[in-house]
Protein backbone atom coordinates (compact mmCIF):
# COMPACT_ATOMS: atom_id res chain seq x y z
CA UNK A 1 0.00 0.00 0.00
CA UNK A 2 2.96 2.55 0.59
CA UNK A 3 3.99 1.87 -2.71
CA UNK A 4 1.13 2.51 -4.25
CA UNK A 5 0.99 5.51 -2.00
CA UNK A 6 4.16 7.03 -2.71
CA UNK A 7 3.82 6.14 -6.74
CA UNK A 8 0.84 7.93 -7.13
CA UNK A 9 2.59 11.39 -4.76
CA UNK A 10 5.65 11.24 -7.80
CA UNK A 11 2.68 11.22 -10.50
CA UNK A 12 1.16 14.06 -8.85
CA UNK A 13 4.32 16.08 -8.64
CA UNK A 14 5.21 15.31 -12.17
CA UNK A 15 1.58 16.91 -13.41
CA UNK A 16 2.16 19.58 -11.00
CA UNK A 17 5.62 20.49 -11.86
CA UNK A 18 6.90 23.40 -14.12
CA UNK A 19 7.66 21.30 -17.14
CA UNK A 20 4.36 18.81 -16.61
CA UNK A 21 1.30 18.06 -18.57
CA UNK A 22 -0.29 21.12 -16.72
CA UNK A 23 2.31 23.81 -18.93
CA UNK A 24 2.34 24.65 -22.56
CA UNK A 25 6.02 23.84 -21.80
CA UNK A 26 5.18 20.30 -22.10
CA UNK A 27 2.92 19.73 -24.75
CA UNK A 28 4.47 22.31 -27.28
CA UNK A 29 7.58 19.75 -27.21
CA UNK A 30 5.20 16.64 -27.34
CA UNK A 31 4.23 18.38 -30.26
CA UNK A 32 7.42 19.38 -31.21
CA UNK A 33 9.09 15.58 -31.01
CA UNK A 34 6.05 14.33 -32.62
CA UNK A 35 6.99 16.21 -35.67
CA UNK A 36 10.34 16.07 -35.60
CA UNK A 37 10.33 12.27 -35.67
CA UNK A 38 7.65 12.17 -38.60
CA UNK A 39 9.36 14.46 -40.28
CA UNK A 40 13.34 15.16 -40.08
CA UNK A 41 14.03 12.05 -38.08
CA UNK A 42 11.72 9.79 -40.39
CA UNK A 43 12.47 11.41 -43.36
CA UNK A 44 15.90 10.95 -42.66
CA UNK A 45 16.16 7.13 -42.15
CA UNK A 46 13.73 6.89 -45.40
CA UNK A 47 16.68 8.88 -46.76
CA UNK A 48 19.48 7.07 -45.63
CA UNK A 49 17.38 3.66 -46.84
CA UNK A 50 16.70 4.43 -49.98
CA UNK A 51 18.25 6.96 -51.82
CA UNK A 52 21.67 6.85 -53.55
CA UNK A 53 23.86 9.24 -51.44
CA UNK A 54 24.87 10.97 -54.77
CA UNK A 55 21.49 13.24 -54.15
CA UNK A 56 22.39 13.99 -50.59
CA UNK A 57 22.62 18.03 -50.37
CA UNK A 58 25.58 19.04 -48.40
CA UNK A 59 24.41 22.29 -47.71
CA UNK A 60 21.14 21.18 -46.37
CA UNK A 61 22.36 18.67 -44.12
CA UNK A 62 25.02 20.81 -42.86
CA UNK A 63 21.96 23.48 -41.89
CA UNK A 64 20.12 21.17 -40.42
CA UNK A 65 23.47 19.82 -38.10
CA UNK A 66 23.64 22.99 -37.43
CA UNK A 67 20.29 23.81 -36.20
CA UNK A 68 19.79 20.87 -34.34
CA UNK A 69 23.01 21.63 -32.66
CA UNK A 70 21.59 25.26 -31.17
CA UNK A 71 18.46 23.83 -30.41
CA UNK A 72 20.26 21.26 -28.38
CA UNK A 73 21.78 23.50 -26.57
CA UNK A 74 19.37 25.76 -26.01
CA UNK A 75 17.03 23.25 -24.34
CA UNK A 76 20.39 22.11 -21.78
CA UNK A 77 20.41 25.81 -20.72
CA UNK A 78 17.10 26.86 -20.57
CA UNK A 79 15.79 26.21 -17.01
CA UNK A 80 13.57 24.11 -16.43
CA UNK A 81 16.04 22.10 -18.86
CA UNK A 82 13.67 20.52 -21.60
CA UNK A 83 14.57 16.87 -22.38
CA UNK A 84 12.22 16.67 -24.74
CA UNK A 85 13.51 19.34 -27.01
CA UNK A 86 17.13 17.80 -26.18
CA UNK A 87 16.55 14.35 -26.94
CA UNK A 88 14.39 15.29 -30.40
CA UNK A 89 17.45 17.51 -31.97
CA UNK A 90 20.03 14.66 -30.55
CA UNK A 91 17.65 12.02 -32.46
CA UNK A 92 17.57 14.69 -35.51
CA UNK A 93 21.70 15.48 -35.15
CA UNK A 94 22.64 11.85 -35.08
CA UNK A 95 20.24 11.14 -38.66
CA UNK A 96 21.39 14.12 -40.24
CA UNK A 97 25.18 12.98 -39.18
CA UNK A 98 24.52 9.98 -40.65
CA UNK A 99 23.72 11.86 -43.91
CA UNK A 100 26.85 13.87 -43.98
CA UNK A 101 28.73 10.65 -43.74
CA UNK A 102 27.04 9.27 -46.56
CA UNK A 103 27.46 12.35 -48.72
CA UNK A 104 31.11 12.34 -48.01
CA UNK A 105 31.67 8.59 -48.70
CA UNK A 106 30.82 9.76 -52.38
CA UNK A 107 33.11 12.58 -52.77
CA UNK A 108 36.11 12.13 -55.15
CA UNK A 109 39.02 12.87 -52.47
CA UNK A 110 36.69 10.25 -50.91
CA UNK A 111 38.57 7.70 -53.06
CA UNK A 112 41.00 5.04 -51.88
CA UNK A 113 44.35 5.83 -53.89
CA UNK A 114 46.16 2.76 -54.52
Known amino acids: MAAAKQSVSKLRAFIDSPTGPKTTHFWGEVACKAFHCQAAWGQGLSDTMTKPPETI ?55 VRE
Open 57 to 111: SRNMTAAMCLYSMLFMRFAWAIQPRNYLLFACHASNEVVQLNQMRRWATVQPWAE
